[in-house]
């Protein structure tokens, strides 16, 4: 299993850019995906996009979110 020093942001990025390319346009599943695919590439680690995403709006995209980060950043993937 990969810590927090193993996980690169861009490749996280790029897994939820993919994502948010396959989900139904203007879907919550689309919107959480891009949110998650724009903080890592913005980021510099985990940390920083885990405490990013805690600040969007509205909620249900933000629960979302963070669901999808959390599993992509323990390495379960999609």
Known sequence: MSDAHDIDNLDLAATAQ???????????????AASV?????????????????????PDDVRQKAMELFERLASGAGA
Do not use: K, N, W
């Open 18 to 32: 993919q994502m948010a390319d396959d989900a139904p346009a203007g879907s919550l599943d689309q919107a959480a």
């Open 37 to 57: 695919a724009i903080t890592c590439a913005t980021t510099r680690d985990i940390g920083d996009a885990r405490s990013a995403l805690a600040g969007i709006t």
